[in-house]
């Protein structure tokens, strides 16, 4: 008899699962047995994404197309996941964006889908699955957030801000959810290798040469491991952990200061 792994009868939904730290996550549920619902603009990718995971892992891997930065996709999603006839134990809100310069000249579109996807879809999704999380006792939330959760961050403010609610927003969750066997964890990677430093600009800021970035599955191994223990905030890296811990105590003034010349090139 097949040993019984900690996912069997359970199904995890990944956000922005084409690639990246996304689709590592959604591999490291897959292994442990969980089935997918497996989600992000690009169907070609989810799809290749979904035949290896399932093969492998011997698992359902089901792939919904969706931008969840068109408003009301996150309920467009939750209808089409009904309309199927599955359901969601656990929740990976991966899916986000962030665009590196100035807040002067920048496009009032992409911000505010910076909002729409990093927040409003993160809130939606959220809001509709954790009442079923609750009720059946198990299951929760792993919420990708950033060390960028820490400070303000000038040259790229709306997507430090966005995630410092993604953070709290985590945090507070935990705390409503303890005691009732639903687990809720915050992930907050520092640079790690994927194509988001290329799409948001950071590459090329003093911040991308100050170290050597982390490997995605390495990030989502620490992640899966985090939900798996409840832990409430994960931040990957000792000397990420030590940066984002001391940000509360410098001033707030010379902390500006430094986000700033990083962030810039």
Known sequence: MARKRKGDGQTALVTGASGGIGLDLAECFAKDGYALILTARSEPALKDAAERLGRKYNVAANVIAMDLGAIAGGAKLVAEIASRGLSVDVLVNNAGY???GAFDGSQEADQLGMLDLNIRALVELTHSFWPGMLAKKRGG????????????????AIYYASKAFVLSFSEALWEEARGTGVHVSCLCPGPTTSKF????????????????PMPSMTVARMGYRAFRKNRRVMITGARNAFMARLAPFVPRRTLL?????LQTS
């Not at 939330?141 to 790229?156: C, E, H, I, K, Y």
């Open 141 to 156: 939330v792993l919420n990708v957030a950033s060390t960028a959760s820490f400070q303000p961050g000038p040259f790229m």
């Open 257 to 261: 200061g430094l986000v700033r010349y």
């Open 98 to 100: 962030g665009i590196a």
């Open 197 to 212: 430093r290329e799409r948001a600009g950071t590459d090329k800021t003093r911040l991308a040469r100050t170290g050597t």
